[in-house]
């Protein structure tokens, strides 16, 4: 498993997010405080609080590919 912190600020970013989660097979969850989501889920993700940074957690052994894809929204 890996995890990151990560930025969604607006609707578009969401958006962007969730279409490059979808290419993959990997289990994925977003994480804010004790609420946790399907970061597949657009509506999911909008139940969170978007305001603070969210933490994304990709249970696979090899996600090199998905972080490097989703390196605009990890907040270092």
Known sequence: MKSAKINLKTAENVKDFVHITEQFDHD?????????????SILGIFSLDLSKP???????DDCDEILAKLKPFIVE
């Not at 994925?28 to 399907?38: A, C, E, L, M, T």
Request: no cysteine; net charge positive.
């Open 28 to 40: 994925i969850d977003i994480r804010s405080g004790r609420f946790v989501v399907n970061a597949k």
């Open 54 to 60: 969210l933490v994304i957690e990709i249970y696979a």
